[in-house]
């Protein structure tokens, strides 16, 4: 076999909407080329490509899977990805490393939520891509109605490559319109169309042509004098149409019936383009100038880590896309990130969990690296004395969050180090601890995504843990000024405890916090003593007084008191100033503050109105409304955080789906009466619970 240069290689990711069939039609792929013996298959567990536990148990990809294999002296290296939106993050990963996408479209179900989801990111990143209808073999499965929807909804820059021979069970073979014959599996010779099609492969092959020579004025000169056109002038074109997004080849398949792979190996070798068409890439150094490195196995080395695995057995696994140079196994690369060196052992060229071992993989190229020890996702592999970094994979913002609690102490003591590894293999989950509450919270893209992370932290690391729901970071303040006495006496044979403060408070603007001055007069209360009592007063405003929430925005003077010269110490002005605040705050008229967050959700125009009622519902106020083309509509609302904690979920039922949004912070509102009484009573039925306990 040649060796496998920059021009030789195909990255290509594998999109669409969940259940579309990629999938399975990588595995078909992979054993009508020779690439694996045994055929995998989703629906019995027994796939290549899905091997996590979790995978096999709902019958769907949650992780980016890699499938490399040769075709007609071609590498090409597929890039499995997740169809649900709650595992998006994969999808994007992929994309990032990959120079092209094939877009599955189901023939029976058609363009799915999925479908418009990818396509949109894909035109976004100016992404080429080829279309492929798959399942054609199914009862109510249609190449044309599929074509006719496509073309509608994404314009007639959308054109048919291959067509089908038959419909449903009866499908055989596809056309190829470019060359005029009937292709059947990957080994067989290219036969001719039979009468009865050619007035419809006539027909779609004028749509294909006009689209390639709009391209090109050269052709669309000679095409409207009516001059022959050459085979190799149409894919040289097609080919130059399909990198600049000018044109989207659509091709037919149907993987139980093994139709279709033929034509798509060669769409791949042909039309998709290679890493050496790239040029270069443009990646940053340590102060932040750009810098160009040429997709050349003699440059400099460079490298892209876009996916992280932890297996309890193998250990950690990096996913790796070669930028430039040339990576060797038993080397060492510096890891840019984290200013550390790493060593490379072995590399291994992936399908599924099939690893194939290789000494050396050349710019452009993905491969697998195992035990890397503190190289990340996201990471830049390069030689240390040219250190440069590439920007990381945008993931999308989390927008489902549970509080999440170790089931015993030995999960206690594990749990740290588990969601480190959990986050590291899955950027796209947050891990945070939330001051206000105590809780850890743990973030997804959705349900299933947060489902998926407490699974694997079980069967991966050991740790078991519980979920609810968040509890609300609510915050405490008070509307007047007051004052109040903090005194603290305490005898129990010699030394005893004595502590004697006034303390007035006073409301400040929102967003000042805490703080704490003096007045003091005449020593009453000695100066050492002043950092006990403001370190009391600061206590008990984190620990809140009506509801156990942080109080905030004031100020505590202590303007008088009395010490003991023999009993007086700082823990008892510790207390005695913690005292003070509480009895100051319940005649200081409290309430209860809730954090708002802005809401910017994307809908289509038909869902329109029921999100607004939701909205609304949800005690939300919409700010403006804006349409974003493509049938959708942008609306931005501020929404209290306790309406929305299942709002992902929500809005994607409400709206089939195609609904997304996300959310930021922006301030604490004073929280309605009714909301305030409940959670102040929930507080004073624990706190009653638990000096019953003690």
Known sequence: ??????????????????????????????????????????????????????????????????????????????????????????????????????VVVDGSSGIQVGTQTVWRDLEAAGTPRVAVISRLDRENASF????????????????????????????????????????????DKPGDIAAADRDRVGEYRRQLVEAIVETNED???????????????????????????????????????????????????????????????????????EVARKVDPSERSSAFVFKTLSDPFVGKLSYVRVYSGTLHHNSQVFDAQKGEAERVGQIFFLRGKEQEATESVVAGDICAIPKLTATSTNATLCDKDAPLLYAPIEFPPPSFSVAIEPQS????????????????????????????????????????????????????????????????????SIRRKTSAQGRYKKQTGGHGMFGDTWVEVEPLAPGSGVEFATRVVGGSVPRNFWPAVEKGIREAADRGVIAGYPLSDFRATLYDGSFHAVDSNEMSFRVAGSLA???????????LLEPIHELDVLVPEEQMGDVLADLNGRRGRVLGMEATGGGYQRIKAQVPLAEIFRYATDLRSMTGGRGTFS???IAYEECPTHIAQKVIAAHEEESAEAAAAR
Do not use: W
């Open 663 to 665: 959310s930021r912070f």
């Open 219 to 289: 052709l669309l000169t000679r095409y409207l004098d009516g001059k022959e056109l050459s085979y190799d002038e149409l894919r040289d074109a097609l080919h130059a149409a399909v990198r600049a997004g000018e044109v989207v080849p659509v091709v037919a398949t149907s993987a139980s019936r093994d139709v279709g792979y033929a034509g798509l190996l060669a769409t791949i070798r042909e039309l998709l383009p290679s890493p050496a068409e790239v040029g270069s890439v443009i990646g940053k150094s340590v102060s932040g100038e």
């Open 144 to 187: 044309d109605d599929v074509l006719a929807r496509l073309r509608e909804r994404y314009g007639i820059h959308v054109v048919p490559l291959h067509v089908p021979v038959g419909t449903h069970q009866d499908t055989s073979a596809t056309i190829d319109l470019l060359h005029g014959t009937v292709l059947r599996g990957p080994k």
């Open 581 to 591: 605040l509480q009895a100051c705050v319940k005649d200081a008229d409290p309430y």
């Open 1 to 102: 076999m040649a060796p496998v240069t920059p021009d030789t290689i195909r990255n290509v990711a594998v999109v669409g909407h969940g259940g579309s069939g990629k999938t399975t039609l990588i595995e078909h792929l992979l054993f009508a080329v020779g690439a694996t013996t045994r055929l995998g298959k989703v629906d019995d567990g027994t796939s290549i490509l899905d091997t996590d536990p979790e995978e096999q148990k709902r019958r769907i990809s949650i992780n980016v899977a890699i499938a490399s294999f040769t075709s007609e002296g071609v590498k090409i290296n597929l890039l499995d990805t997740p169809g649900f939106a709650d595992f998006a993050g994969d999808q994007h990963a992929a994309l990032r490393v990959a120079d092209a996408a094939l």
């Open 409 to 476: 102490k030995a999960d206690l003591d594990k749990l740290g180090q588990a969601l480190h590894k959990l986050t590291d293999e899955d950027p796209s989950l947050h891990v945070r601890r939330d001051d206000a509450t105590h809780e850890t919270i743990l973030s997804g893209i959705g349900e299933s995504a947060i489902d998926t992370a407490v699974h694997h932290l079980k069967e991966k690391f050991g740790v078991q843990v519980t979920t609810r729901t968040p509890r609300v970071p609510y915050r405490e």
